[in-house]
């Protein structure tokens, strides 16, 4: 009997270091789990631009939009007035075309009563 409970105490020996050692196995992949993922986050972030330089060029960025939208808004001020110009010209020709037909039909008339008037003598 005394054997028996012998060798019940080294088989439960036995398994409670087996077991024991089977938590430091767990702790272990757990940790090198960790580094794994830590390592892989790490080149991830190495890919990008620190936030220092990041920010420096969306201010950067910024500031060219605002000139680019003051220059667009000068354009298109500019496109405008060209725009008025343009129809103030086509209603300046419009009008001299009118005014030199008006000259136009005039002479005619006047040719036209000058020749009544030289082919009718005066009595």
Do not use: W
Not at 22 to 38: A, F, P, Q, S, T
Not at 56 to 63: N, Y
Not at 80 to 91: A, G, N
């Amino acid at each position: 009997m005394l054997s028996t409970l012998s060798q019940c105490e080294f088989s439960m020996g036995k398994t409670l270091l087996v077991y024991d050692m089977n938590l430091r196995e767990m702790e272990n992949y757990e940790k090198i789990y960790k580094e794994i993922e830590y390592d892989a986050l790490a080149k991830v972030i190495q890919h990008h631009p620190d936030r220092h330089e990041t920010l420096k060029e969306l201010e950067a960025l910024g500031k060219e939009l605002e000139h680019l939208s003051h220059i667009k808004e000068s354009v298109e001020d500019k496109l405008e007035l060209r725009r008025k110009q343009f129809h103030v010209l086509l209603s300046t020709i419009h009008e001299l075309q009118q005014t030199l037909e008006n000259d136009d039909k005039l002479s005619e008339v006047d040719e036209a009563q000058e020749s009544t008037m030289e082919a009718d003598p005066k009595p």
